[in-house]
């Protein structure tokens, strides 16, 4: 009878109606494991709670986490709590890994954004709150650490405001703070005799709270405006209307670790919290977007959010259903390439651990392991069912190249580095098709590390790093003639080409059937443009002093010595040569002779035609508080920065838009965050190429003839 009756209550809380999927994220060091062991143990999943600093956590589980007291990737859990079912996501705090709360807040309608009562806003509170407002998630500001000596929680709560906008109210207000933190008292229901401790009378926060609920809903709004009294079951269903619109983003205190103020969070989210329904989710089929049917008879839509490599279990991938009911043994369309996968084991996920179960409906987050082939953001289902929006990440800024330490891990490093690249979604793996380096990117160079130390502890591969090469570029930037003749005997047939070519820059942006006639290029044949390089050859060849099945050999002879580069061993880019004659011999020449030919040819013409350096610019946004933007400025101008605007971000930051060197960029990181205390970030992408300064040419250049000395 025990069994049927919890069966029956699995049911009832797997209802979607029931369901509550939570993000518990913020800043590292603010309590977020701790809230969440605390959880599992007053809901019954654990018999005591575990402790991060102990190495207890069910929720911190790897061994790297427990070395790090610290959570480096999501974690997922579920309890149940007055009849409602809670899936919890537990997120790093790092912004190392600010990428795992990216994934996480897809799979959640609740984002639980956790404050330390001591340390405040955070670099990482800002990012979080940013996400979760981006995914279009409820909203829920915890300030734990109630407790800890400097908590001044009511000048909190108006930096909250300040930062957050009025929207922030708190649904409970702390009595005492520091060491006399004993409760809280409710806003919402304000108590006749509020305590003398209170830090922030709960009466006045009571017309703000109100009126926070009611705004999303304009029927009661006119009511509540007129005086009527509501009933508490339209203020609940007010405060969830209110939360999925975001007019209320409640604050709560408490103390994880001393059990205070988690029981009134915990029954918040239970009454008010919203369920999966209460969040409209769109798809699209093909270029059509459509509302997702959210119930457990609707085509079967759901969508893998997080993948790990266990070295146990292999590789799991954690899936939200948002439409229809994903069985095991089922067999599903994956949308990104069209592919049916079979979904062998189904799986509940509690911490380290998996619970076979046979089936999970829309709302539910499970785990399915050993499919190989699914990627993060991949939509699973029906095949004519929508297909859920591509999941963003932050995009990772911080590069090292890295090689194998011995020829052994040669052969097991790409497949190590593609593991590590599927279960992060902001870490990257690029091989560079002009410096040849294998270059990883990450969000930070701790990031780097830590993905580096994976890399050796799980797999047993050791790299060495370094700096990425500059990809420069070689151009010229005058016009040059000359030629060469490539003359080889051998005791047999030798080897004969000759040809002359005209060297000279090719502008950018004109267009190649406008700017390729015969009245500019005398004798034009014809001509080939290549516009990722901006690069034409013209073949002006006449009276056919170079045979017709010569030519191609010429031009593929200057291509591989434009790879090759001239004066630094960089790519050339921004040429027009014309071949406008030659001379070839009846036995003696050949496709091998007219290609070392050609490529001798264009080097020393090259370099008659004033060659330069060219150097990649890239685009960056650099975010930071409005009291460094002097100390920015002044360090652009070092890196060979040039700023070209500014404007306000909310908190009192300013984003400086600026243009700089990729060269420049290399360190700018740990740059940026000495000073601004680490409360600093940016962006960048590729802008163009432009020529270098004189003096840092000659260094490039240098550099590369010591290396070329060295190589023998």
């Known amino acids: 009878m025990g069994v049927l009756w919890n069966l029956e209550a699995d049911m009832a809380a797997t209802d979607i109606r029931n369901i509550r999927n939570v993000v518990l994220a913020g800043h590292s060091a603010t309590g977020k494991t701790t809230l969440g062991d605390l959880l599992l143990f007053k809901t019954g999943k654990a018999t005591r709670p575990g402790s991060v600093d102990e190495g207890t956590s069910l929720l911190d589980t790897d061994e790297e986490e427990k070395q790090r007291k610290g959570t480096v990737t999501a974690s997922i859990c579920y309890f149940d709590h007055k009849g409602k079912r809670f899936h919890l996501i537990d997120t790093p705090g790092a912004t190392d890994f600010v990428g795992q709360a990216g994934g996480s807040f897809r799979a959640a309608e609740t984002a639980v954004l956790m404050i330390s009562a001591p340390a405040g806003i955070e670099v990482n509170t800002r990012r979080t709150f940013a996400m979760a407002t981006e995914a279009g998630l409820a909203r829920v500001l915890v300030v734990n650490k109630c407790d800890a000596d400097n908590a001044a929680c009511a000048e909190l709560v108006q930096q909250i405001r300040d930062l957050f906008g009025n929207a922030c109210v708190p649904l409970n207000v702390p009595v005492g703070q520091a060491s006399a933190f004993s409760?809280?008292?409710?806003?919402?229901?304000?108590?006749?005799?509020?305590?003398?401790?209170?830090?922030?009378?709960?009466?006045?926060?009571?017309?703000?709270?109100?009126?926070?609920?009611?705004?999303?809903?304009?029927?009661?709004?006119?009511?509540f405006l007129e005086g009527e009294e509501l009933k508490p079951e339209e203020v609940a269903g007010g405060i969830t209307k209110a939360l999925a619109a975001g007019t209320l983003i409640p604050i709560f205190f408490c103390s994880a670790k001393k059990d205070i103020g988690v029981d009134e969070l915990l029954d918040a989210l239970a009454d008010y919290g919203l369920a999966p329904t209460d969040l409209k989710r769109t798809g699209f089929k093909g270029e059509e977007e459509v509302e997702i049917q959210q119930s457990p008879d609707a085509p079967l839509v759901a969508q893998v959010f997080k993948n790990r490599i266990d070295p146990f279990v292999a590789k799991m991938s954690f899936v939200r259903v948002f439409g229809g009911t994903l069985k095991k043994d089922q067999s599903v369309t994956n949308h990104r390439d069209g592919s049916t996968v079979k979904v062998g084991q189904l799986n509940r996920v509690q911490g380290a651990q998996l619970e076979p179960i046979d089936s999970a409906s829309a709302g539910e987050i499970v785990a399915v392991v050993k499919i190989e082939s699914l990627k993060i953001g991949d939509t699973i289902g029906d095949p004519d069912a929508p297909v859920m929006p591509p999941i963003v990440?932050?995009?990772?800024?911080?590069?090292?190249?890295?090689?194998?330490?011995?020829?052994?891990?040669?052969?097991?490093?790409?497949?190590?580095?593609?593991?590590?690249?599927?279960?992060?979604?902001?870490?990257?793996?690029?091989?560079?098709?002009?410096?040849?380096?294998?270059?990883?990117?990450?969000?930070?160079?701790?990031?780097?590390?830590t993905m580096i130390d994976r890399l050796q502890k799980r797999d047993k591969v050791e790299v060495v790093t370094r700096p990425p090469k500059i990809p420069y570029r070689e151009t010229i930037t005058g016009t040059a003639e000359g030629s060469y003749r490539h003359k080889k005997q051998t005791g047999g047939a030798g080897q004969f080409g000759e040809v002359h070519f005209k060297l000279s820059p090719m502008p950018h942006g004109v267009n190649p059937e406008e700017f390729f006639t015969k009245e500019r290029f005398l004798n034009m044949?014809?001509?080939?443009?290549?516009?990722?390089?901006?690069?034409?050859?013209?073949?002006?060849?006449?009276?056919?002093?170079?045979?017709?099945?010569?030519?191609?050999?010429?031009?593929?002879g200057v291509r591989e010595r434009m790879e090759q580069g001239v004066i630094a061993g960089y790519q050339v880019q921004d040429v027009i040569c014309e071949l406008f004659f030659g001379k070839e011999h009846p036995v003696d020449s050949n496709e091998t002779a007219f290609k070392t030919a050609a490529s001798m040819c264009f080097r020393e013409v090259f370099q008659k035609a004033n060659p330069v350096l060219l150097e990649p610019i890239v685009k960056i946004d650099i975010t930071i508080p409005g009291d460094r933007v002097g100390d920015i400025t002044s360090d652009l101008n070092t890196r060979r920065g040039r700023m070209e605007g500014m404007e306000s971000a909310p908190g009192g930051f300013q984003v400086i838009h600026a243009k700089m060197p990729l060269a420049e960029m290399l360190n700018y990181a740990r740059a940026l965050s000495s000073l601004t205390g680490g409360q600093g970030f940016f962006t960048f992408e590729f802008s163009h190429y432009e020529m270098m300064?004189?003096?840092?040419?000659?260094?490039?250049?240098?550099?590369?003839?010591r290396e070329k000395e060295q190589q023998g």
């Open 693 to 705: 300064p004189p003096n840092e040419q000659a260094k490039v250049i240098a550099e590369a003839q």
């Open 525 to 556: 044949r014809e001509y080939h443009y290549d516009p990722e390089l901006n690069f034409a050859f013209v073949d002006r060849i006449t009276g056919g002093a170079i045979s017709n099945n010569f030519i191609p050999a010429v031009e593929k």
């Open 393 to 449: 990440f932050p995009k990772p800024m911080v590069a090292l190249a890295v090689e194998p330490k011995s020829r052994a891990d040669q052969a097991k490093i790409s497949g190590a580095l593609q593991k590590i690249e599927e279960e992060d979604p902001t870490f990257h793996i690029v091989r560079d098709p002009q410096t040849k380096d294998l270059v990883i990117w990450g969000m930070s160079e701790q990031h780097l590390q």
């Open 183 to 223: 409760g809280v008292v409710s806003t919402l229901q304000p108590p006749d005799d509020v305590p003398a401790e209170a830090v922030i009378d709960p009466k006045e926060i009571h017309q703000q709270l109100m009126d926070s609920i009611v705004e999303a809903d304009e029927a009661l709004m006119e009511r």
